[in-house]
């Protein structure tokens, strides 16, 4: 069964839309106005850190050494008396960590160990970040180019003849 259409039904379809079927022109929808501010958020967050950030990309790209210490005390009494060791922490002071980088790195001829009863250092290191060294100097630099076009100073009959010649050359 088909329906047709007379021009009384077409301008009520017309009406209808208008009322709500399409936004103004010009308007934006709240959806868009609420994306747009978040987007507007999370942009200025980044760029009031963006140092931090940098620094932090620069660590991996670089890697890092770093020196912790973990202090030792006694708990209890009489027999159960025991040697507890603490949580390890950062060693911040540049003649510890130094101290404790020369005995483990055997470095300036330091053989005196600096780890006693009540201390222990030790150091754990992690290795450059290939991936942040080239985004990095990608960032600073722009991305790198790779030129893929060939140039040929050679008419094509005369590399199709020397390609024969080197197949001729290899199945001899």
Known sequence: MKRELSPESIQKIKEGSLKGGYAKRGKRHKATIEREETIEVAKDIIAGRTMALVNKQLELALGEIKVFCVRYHWEGSGENKKLVGSKPKIVIGDEKMS???????????????????????????????????????????????EDKNMTVDKPMGVLLDELEAYKRSIAA
């Open 99 to 145: 101290v404790a980088l020369d005995y483990e790195l055997g470095k300036n001829g330091y053989s005196s160990n600096p780890n006693t009863k009540l201390r222990y250092f030790f150091v754990m290191t992690k290795e450059p970040d290939n991936r942040a060294i080239n985004s990095l100097l990608d960032r600073t630099f722009g991305k790198s180019t």
